[in-house]
Nanobody, 114 residues
Framework: QVQLVESGGGLVQPGGSLRLSCAAS????????MGWYRQAPGQQRESVAS???????NYADFVKGRFTISRDNAKNTVYLQMNSLKPEDTAVYYC????????WGQGTQVTVSS
């Protein structure tokens, strides 16, 4: 059973930056892919970015050039550096990890507002 603990959310002004972290624990199995999703009020959960164990990344078009996903395999931790934040980035951000099944974190709120 994998436990995911997210941190780093908060309130930031438009144009600002935040860095999210997600630490995985509770497994000796390799975690093949880790990623970030988000869900705004009244909206479906959507993929933001993902990264494989070998470092291959994938980004949603709406974050390309602004967000960067990275990963520390030794720590089973994934990061999301978010720059040039916009009000429409406001959402609960969820971490996802995949072994032979998917695991989700509890979510961390990101609010972009002046």
């Amino acid at each position: 059973q994998v436990q995911l603990v997210e941190s780093g959310g908060g309130l930031v002004q438009p144009g600002g930056s935040l860095r999210l972290s997600c630490a995985a624990s509770g497994t000796t199995l390799p975690i093949s892919t880790m990623g970030w999703y988000r869900q705004a009020p009244g909206q479906q959960r959507e993929s933001v970015a993902s990264i494989t164990q070998t470092g291959t990344t994938n980004y949603a078009d709406f974050v390309k050039g602004r967000f960067t996903i990275s990963r520390d395999n030794a720590k089973n931790t994934v990061y999301l550096q978010m720059n040039s934040l916009k009000p429409e980035d406001t959402a609960v951000y969820y971490c996802k990890a995949t072994t032979y099944r998917h695991y989700w974190g509890q979510g961390t709120q990101v609010t972009v507002s002046s």
